[in-house]
């Protein structure tokens, strides 16, 4: 039981993390949009270690699954864009 609520206040702790370092005047739309979904798993976590709902967890799980394979997409599609305006 302490490995778990330490698990979660670690990924807590990365989500404000990541919520911290958005830039909503750079970032507009999409920074406004990661900083209501980290807040949402935020507070979803929190739902997660006071009520054990292990469905909570994977929930945030699946969410921030599809962040980071956006993320991992990032690379690709701005060598596609440069190949596009350069050709």
């Not at 807590?12 to 999409?30: F, V």
């Not at 962040?67 to 701005?78: G, I, N």
Request: glycine content about 6%.
């Amino acid at each position: 039981i302490e490995a778990k609520g330490e698990s979660l206040n670690r990924a807590t702790r990365i989500l404000l993390g990541l919520q911290g370092s958005l830039d909503s005047e750079k970032g507009g739309e999409i920074a406004t949009n990661l900083a209501d979904l980290y807040d949402y798993c935020t507070r979803r976590l929190l739902h997660a270690n006071l009520k054990n709902d292990l469905e909570a967890i994977q929930e945030i799980k699946r969410l921030i699954s599809d962040v980071r394979e956006a993320w991992t997409q990032v690379p690709e599609l701005l060598q596609q864009q440069q190949r596009a305006s350069a050709g």
